[in-house]
């Protein structure tokens, strides 16, 4: 078997993507039935943590002052650490050979071919831009939460109502759409579909922390000059538009260690990805084997060390989920309700408030 990531690749994509589909349909039927107020047979699955990086951030901070992971959301903590890690010895690895949201966005790409062959580049100017835009993104949540937010802090959001359910938070989010939303998601559809890579290179703040830690990386593209023949190919087919020919070591922040250069060159040797100048090219399926045995053994090691699961029991699951389902129930109610007697409605609460209020002031004077 040629150790080409054509080969490789695409599976170690899809093996990552089925494993968050399995979580996030798990994590559903877990959401479906504790909303009804029947606690489910099966523990809420843990790896949604991995979709709160907010919260893996402050949970970073809070190891870090404390020396202890906390047990709100654990296994957001560890997988975010072992995200960031695996940047120290394949780059930006991860976007390409573990993230759904990479997976989907390269796929969505590819797939405009069967509506037309063009391809839109962003101009030089606006590319440049954009593509700091993640890095403030990212820099924005790192200054606010390792600057700006004291220790108490860190504690009161880890304890809050919001924290300890962002993840119900983030699946209602998605559930029960806002028309802003629906709209910001169909762009970034949309604009994927046009420009390569559209939210990894540009939006992606995580792709940002990643390009960073990833500068400090051993592995990286080597070109020999002697035995390129400057053709080009890989640079049309590298997903980071970076210009390789122009360099001997790729040390861009944008270079995802996808490898694809090294499978579109022509001339054997003239691209390695490799740890030492000089020495032979990691294959392919090693990269695959590393990422499927880092992921799967760093979860074991959290499982058996108790830093996997949270906390939280899951009855303060069921009544956050059936308050918070009233809550948007009445919502919807009133989203459908005349205005009039919308009006009305707001009005007499207003009353039977004000009411509540008077009797509870004249209980509290006869008691004086
Ligand atoms: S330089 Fe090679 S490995 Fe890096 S992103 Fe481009 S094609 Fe992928
Ligand atoms: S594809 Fe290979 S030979 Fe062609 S420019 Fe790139 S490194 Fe050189």
Same mark, same amino acid.
């Given at each position: 078997?040629?150790?080409?990531? +054509?080969?490789?690749?695409?599976?170690?994509?899809?093996?990552?993507?089925?494993?968050?589909?399995?979580?996030?349909?798990?994590?559903?039927?877990?959401?479906?039935?504790?909303?009804?107020?029947?606690?489910?047979?099966?523990?809420?699955?843990?790896?949604?943590?991995?979709?709160?990086?907010?919260?893996?951030?402050?949970?970073?901070?809070?190891?870090?002052?404390?020396?202890?992971?906390?047990?709100?959301?654990?296994?957001?903590?560890?997988?975010?650490?072992?995200?960031?890690?695996?940047?120290?010895?394949?780059?930006?690895?991860?976007? +390409?050979?573990?993230?759904?949201?990479?997976?989907?966005?390269?796929?969505?790409?590819?797939?405009?071919?069967?509506?037309?062959?063009?391809?839109?580049?962003?101009?030089?100017?606006?590319? @440049?831009?954009?593509?700091?835009?993640?890095?403030?993104?990212?820099?924005?949540?790192?200054?606010?939460?390792?600057?700006?937010?004291?220790?108490?802090?860190?504690?009161?959001?880890?304890?809050?109502?919001?924290?300890?359910?962002?993840?119900?938070?983030?699946?209602?989010?998605?559930?029960?759409?806002?028309?802003?939303?629906?709209?910001?998601?169909?762009?970034? @559809?949309?604009?994927?579909?046009?420009?390569?890579?559209?939210?990894?290179?540009?939006?992606?703040?995580?792709?940002?922390?990643?390009?960073?830690?990833?500068?400090?990386?051993?592995?990286?593209?080597?070109?020999?000059?002697?035995?390129?023949?400057?053709?080009?190919?890989?640079?049309?087919?590298?997903?980071?538009?970076?210009?390789?020919?122009?360099?001997?070591?790729?040390? +861009?922040?944008?270079?995802?260690?996808?490898?694809?250069?090294?499978?579109?060159?022509?001339?054997?040797?003239?691209?390695?990805?490799?740890?030492?100048?000089?020495?032979?090219?990691?294959?392919?399926?090693?990269?695959?084997?590393?990422?499927?045995? @880092?992921? +799967?053994?760093?979860?074991?090691?959290?499982?058996?060390?108790?830093?996997?699961?949270?906390?939280?029991?899951?009855?303060?699951?069921?009544?956050?989920?059936?308050?918070?389902?009233?809550?948007?129930?009445?919502?919807?109610?009133?989203?459908?309700?005349?205005?009039?007697?919308?009006?009305?409605?707001?009005?007499?609460?207003?009353?039977?408030?004000?009411?509540?209020?008077?009797?509870?002031?004249?209980?509290?004077?006869?008691?004086?």
């Amino acid at each position: 078997m040629k150790p080409y990531p +054509s080969q490789a690749r695409p599976w170690v994509q899809i093996l990552f993507l089925l494993v968050v589909v399995f979580i996030g349909a798990r994590f559903y039927l877990f959401v479906s039935s504790i909303e009804k107020g029947v606690i489910p047979d099966f523990e809420r699955p843990a790896g949604v943590e991995a979709f709160l990086p907010i919260g893996a951030l402050v949970s970073l901070k809070h190891l870090l002052y404390t020396g202890t992971i906390n047990r709100i959301h654990p296994s957001g903590l560890v997988l975010f650490l072992m995200i960031i890690f695996t940047a120290v010895f394949a780059k930006k690895g991860f976007c +390409s050979w573990v993230c759904p949201v990479g997976t989907l966005s390269e796929y969505l790409y590819k797939g405009r071919t069967f509506l037309f062959q063009k391809h839109f580049k962003m101009p030089a100017l606006p590319d @440049f831009l954009l593509r700091a835009l993640k890095y403030v993104i990212a820099g924005f949540f790192v200054y606010q939460i390792f600057y700006r937010m004291p220790i108490e802090g860190i504690e009161q959001f880890i304890q809050s109502p919001y924290n300890r359910f962002a993840d119900i938070n983030m699946l209602k989010f998605f559930t029960r759409m806002s028309a802003t939303t629906f709209v910001v998601l169909m762009s970034l @559809f949309v604009l994927s579909i046009l420009f390569r890579h559209f939210w990894c290179r540009y939006l992606c703040p995580y792709g940002a922390l990643l390009g960073l830690v990833g500068l400090l990386s051993l592995g990286k593209i080597h070109r020999d000059p002697s035995h390129c023949t400057d053709c080009g190919k890989c640079e049309k087919k590298c997903p980071g538009m970076i210009p390789i020919r122009q360099k001997t070591i790729v040390h +861009s922040l944008e270079c995802s260690a996808c490898l694809t250069c090294i499978e579109s060159c022509p001339e054997k040797g003239a691209l390695k990805f490799t740890y030492y100048a000089g020495r032979s090219s990691l294959p392919a399926a090693i990269m695959a084997l590393g990422f499927i045995l @880092f992921f +799967s053994s760093g979860i074991t090691l959290a499982i058996v060390s108790d830093t996997w699961q949270n906390e939280i029991p899951t009855q303060a699951y069921v009544n956050y989920a059936v308050s918070m389902n009233r809550k948007l129930n009445s919502i919807d109610r009133m989203d459908g309700m005349d205005p009039e007697k919308m009006q009305k409605m707001i009005l007499m609460m207003k009353r039977l408030q004000e009411q509540k209020a008077g009797m509870q002031d004249s209980q509290q004077e006869k008691g004086d």
